[in-house]
């Protein structure tokens, strides 16, 4: 019951602050505010699609993505017929992918980085 209670009021935070300011805060407080590829199977979408090891997930869907509860929840959503915009972080670059909305078929980690 409090976990579902921290999570709605973490929910509403995020809402008032706005991604910057969100973003700003999780990284202030310590808290992960990245989600980091740390490998891609080369069969699955991601692979084919050409995200790699190292690049950070921005958003999913227009839904910005600080962590992999935010990714799992992102995915969840729609339908699974969708195609679906994926922003990553490269080497500085923004870039875009599309992919069919569904599992990605990569491994991640959190990372705490200054926006």
Do not use: C, H
């Amino acid at each position: 019951v409090y976990k579902r209670q921290l999570d709605d009021r973490e929910q509403e935070l995020q809402q008032q602050l706005g991604d910057a300011a969100y973003d700003a805060y999780l990284y202030a407080t310590g808290r992960p505010n990245r989600l980091v590829v740390t490998s891609v199977l080369a069969s699955a979408p991601a692979g084919r699609a050409g995200l790699a090891s190292g690049d950070r997930i921005i958003s999913y869907d227009n839904q910005r993505i600080y962590n992999w509860r935010d990714l799992r929840e992102a995915m969840s959503g729609g339908s699974i017929s969708d195609t679906v915009e994926i922003e990553v972080e490269r080497e500085g670059d923004s870039l875009q992918f599309y992919l069919a909305r569904g599992p990605l078929g990569v491994r991640t980690d959190s990372q705490s980085l200054a926006p």
